[in-house]
């Protein structure tokens, strides 16, 4: 996953393209996770300095309502303030530029109260009207901003009730339209920006409300962002109000694993993203802080196309949750602060919920109840049963990375209970067509999103439906919690999805994808957001 | 008296160079038809609790990250990674050669037009060429062959034509046709003969190169399907340990030096002891 990515005006050009990218992206370790708390916040903030952070993907686009991998919103989360915050400690919704909000009957309406005395770097004052500018924008941006058109879905208008008031309409509920309004995706541009054509936004960046405007913006080499020195507006779960205490903050894109790790080592970086398996240990011993943060979303799960011959079989299905090891993979090939999957949604996911008994390794259990089902090994240790080898196909996007290695040991461990596993990578480009083909009885993949209407992305026959899964029961509950106001509700609809996707197997957890950030022992109060994607507005260098 | 010394030590150390060369590509050899003998590792064989180990008895490479011993899998790479090298080395030669032939001798339009593709091919760099073919062609180590292939096949045709324009106008070849044979037949039994030397000395160069271009494409991920060991691929699954694990791709890095090494030794080496 680390250094291949896709490229990022393709990944724009169709909805389904984005969710591929993330996929694949997974691979890429993209963003950041850590531990929700700020990073050694010991002491007193002091100003001053300059903070280079080195990313791992490609940063193609400055505008936080276009970009689309993590390392890209990270990078433009500092321009833009959103109307709510996700604190990931709480796991609520509290005030940002909104200083309250009211849901309507359904979720098909939501009206919030904005906060006074917010300006955007350009001097313009944030009011109702601009609210509504950037909803009907998003709205019109359409492909070029897929990931903030996801939380529009149903998007009727927006009404401006009074200069500090607006309202949202929606023709059908949006349960995960206010988890929306906390990410980058929905942040909040000036009028000047919203007149600008998408791909000028994208070079040369946005005008926003955040604690950082952009100075220089080489893409795919550098973002540069300097504070703004009248900031006083921050999210009610940030650590101080003001402006950012850094003299200036530095993005800079570098893939490969070994060069971050040797960066930081040296001084050329105060802080990484997306460290390295192998340097985690290594850095810790070294006397460098770690955060690490499960990213919220989809697990990295081996999904199952129950539309071919083998895996049709339930007890396969079942056979090949049983026989895999994931505590071993976890250990083997992920290394410090990774955590094997304990549900098809990562444990930082709202609505999550602990099936973690279900997918405890069981080798003998698998080979018993493939016995039972009638698959018996051949001479070459194979299965086959009516003639049909118990040999399954597994895919993964972006070449060799930790996803290639964890497949090699799960195809020794599905070996030992007569499983052949065969190993295809495929290219990115080819992702869409080997959707559409279907080729492959296992694909493996993680879909990054801190809200769970992501299993419906994923599984949905109308989605992606990387399981081939004809309509159903499951498509019910999936369609439904998107639908489902009460959160309560909500859940327990999630909850049950879950459940299903993992007894009928048709998806097999392996592990929480997640975000691992290193940092000099200078660096202080780097906090994750709810999306594990590190913030700097509360950064500082010691 | 001491210029015959110097000479002699030189062709004596020349020949022990070529001989080492040459037992050393033996040894390759043998590895890629009867892996067998070096080792009776599996080299598929992942035991996590065995993960890392530096190289030392038992592991004369050391094991990778999921415990897999790594001279295991350098010694079953060989096969793939000849059997490319062979393959887009045959590639180039058989068309090259061809094409060559053709341009030499039919001359005019026709060898206007052929050589003014292989400028086109010799203009572009040629592991850019491999790559933009291979990203078309998909995965594998034959697609990989025959991406290297295709991109040598340029030079193989530049020295065919050069040595079959010096050998047309040879009194024999003027000979032959005032004697009433036909051209092919004389292209074939006469030109093809005496303008091959200097192809199959380049043949020989052109494989270590062919070698090398397998091996990184191998190690951009275009290579064999993993976990099939290759060469170019065992290299760029170390590179990210190369802090805590430097055998990783260390070892491998330099059995494909080697042996591109041994080759060009001999390459060198042949057409002297052939000369008459």
């Known amino acids: 996953m680390r250094s291949r990515t896709v490229p990022g005006a393709c990944r724009r050009a169709l909805p389904a393209v984005l969710s591929v990218g993330v996929l694949a992206l997974a691979a890429c370790g993209s963003p950041a996770a850590g531990g929700g708390g700020g990073a050694g916040a ?3 903030p002091r100003s001053g300095g300059t903070l280079t952070y080195a990313v791992g993907t490609d940063v193609l686009c400055a505008d936080p309502q276009q970009a689309g991998n993590g390392d890209e919103l990270a990078a433009a989360r500092g321009l833009v303030d959103s109307l709510t915050a996700h604190d990931p400690d709480s796991g609520k919704q509290v005030p940002w530029l909104a200083s309250s909000w009211e849901v309507g009957e359904g979720a098909r309406s939501f009206t919030f109260h904005l906060r006074t005395g917010v300006t955007f770097s350009d001097g313009t004052p944030l009011d109702a009207q601009v609210v509504k500018g950037n909803f009907d924008n998003v709205a019109k941006l359409g492909a070029h901003a897929v990931q903030a058109t996801s939380y529009l879905a149903g998007y009727r208008g927006t009404t401006v009730v009074d200069p500090q008031t607006v309202r949202i309409d929606f023709d059908q509920p949006n349960a995960k339209f206010l988890e929306g309004t906390s990410s980058p995706s929905l942040g909040l541009v000036a009028t000047a ?6 791909a000028d936004r994208c070079s040369e960046g946005v005008i926003g409300s955040g604690p950082f405007t952009l100075e220089r913006f080489t893409r795919n080499q550098q973002v540069v962002e300097v504070p703004r020195k009248d900031y006083a507006w921050a999210a009610a779960n940030a650590a101080h109000q003001g402006p950012a205490y850094l003299s200036s903050l530095v993005f800079k894109v570098v893939p490969q694993d070994g060069v971050r790790s040797g960066g930081l080592r ?6 990484i993203g997306a460290v390295g398996p192998q340097d985690r240990q290594p850095l810790r011993a070294a006397g460098y802080q770690l955060l690490t943060r499960a990213v919220p979303g989809l697990v990295y799960s081996l999904n199952v196309n129950v539309s071919r011959p083998a895996t049709a079989d339930p007890a396969v299905r079942t056979a090949l949750r049983l026989a895999l090891d994931r505590q071993q993979i976890v250990d083997t090939v992920l290394g410090d602060g990774s955590k094997a999957a304990t549900s098809v949604l990562a444990s930082t996911t709202p609505g999550y919920t602990d099936l973690g008994p279900k997918l405890a390794a069981d080798p003998a259990g698998a080979a018993r109840l493939l016995d039972g089902a009638g698959w018996t090994k051949g001479p070459d240790g194979v299965r086959t049963k009516d003639g049909t080898r118990l040999s399954l196909v597994a895919v993964w996007f972006g ?7 964890s497949l090699e040991l799960a195809q020794q461990q599905l070996k030992s209970v007569g499983v052949e596993l065969t190993l295809r990578p495929i290219a990115i480009a080819q992702a869409i067509a080997t959707f559409k083909a279907g080729d492959y009885d296992l694909i493996d993949g993680q879909g990054s999103n801190a809200d769970p209407d992501i299993l419906r992305t994923y599984y949905n026959p109308q989605g992606l439906n990387v399981v081939r899964l004809p309509a159903g029961p499951l498509q019910d509950l999936l369609n439904s919690q998107a639908t489902e106001a009460d959160p309560a509700a909500r859940a327990q609809q999630v909850g049950k999805a879950q459940q299903q996707l993992v007894d009928d197997g048709y998806a097999i957890p392996l592990y929480e994808a997640t975000g691992v950030i290193g940092l000099a022992p200078r660096v202080h109060g780097v906090s994750f957001d ?5 913030q700097f507005h509360d950064a500082w260098l010691s | 008296m001491s210029l015959l010394t110097a000479t002699s030590v030189r062709v004596r150390s020349a020949g022990a160079g070529a001989l080492t060369a040459a037992g050393y590509l033996l040894l390759v050899l043998v590895a890629a038809v009867a892996p067998g003998l070096f080792t009776d590792r599996d080299p598929l064989a992942a035991r996590p609790a065995d993960r890392l180990l530096p190289p030392g008895s038992g592991h004369p490479f050391g094991t990778d990250e999921l415990g897999r011993d790594l001279f295991a899998r350098v010694v079953h790479g060989t096969a793939l990674s000849l059997e490319a090298a062979a393959i887009a080395c045959a590639i180039a030669l ?3 050669t061809a094409l060559g032939l053709l341009s030499g001798a039919l001359g005019g339009r026709v060898d206007e037009l052929l050589m003014r593709a292989t400028d086109v091919l010799l203009a572009i760099p040629s592991l850019l060429l491999s790559l933009a073919l291979v990203t078309a062609l998909g995965f594998g180590t034959v697609k990989a062959a025959v991406a290297v292939g295709v991109t040598s096949v ?9 040595q079959v324009l010096r050998v047309r106008a040879a009194p024999y070849v003027e000979a032959a046709r005032a004697a009433g044979a036909r051209w092919p037949a004389v292209l074939l039994g006469h030109v093809l003969p005496n303008a091959w030397g200097p192809v199959r000395g380049f043949a020989a160069l052109q494989f270590a190169t062919s070698l090398l271009s397998v091996s990184s494409l191998g190690f951009l991920g275009y290579g064999a399907a993993p976990p099939a060991p290759e060469w170019g691929s065992l290299v760029a699954a170390g590179q990210n340990w190369f802090a805590s694990a430097w055998w990783l791709s260390t070892l491998p890095g330099l059995t494909v030096a080697a042996t591109v090494l041994a080759v060009n030794r001999l390459a060198a080496a042949l057409p002297d002891a052939e000369r008459p």
């Open chain 1, 42 to 44: 010991a002491g007193t």
């Open chain 1, 193 to 198: 920006t919203l007149a600008k054509p998408a």
């Open chain 1, 266 to 271: 040296s001084g050329q970086f105060d802080a």
């Open chain 1, 399 to 405: 070449g060799a990375g930790p996803v290639q290695t």
């Open chain 1, 530 to 534: 709810a999306a594990s994607r590190p």
């Open chain 2, 94 to 96: 058989v068309l090259g």
């Open chain 2, 154 to 162: 340029a030079g193989f045709a530049r020295i065919m034509r050069a």
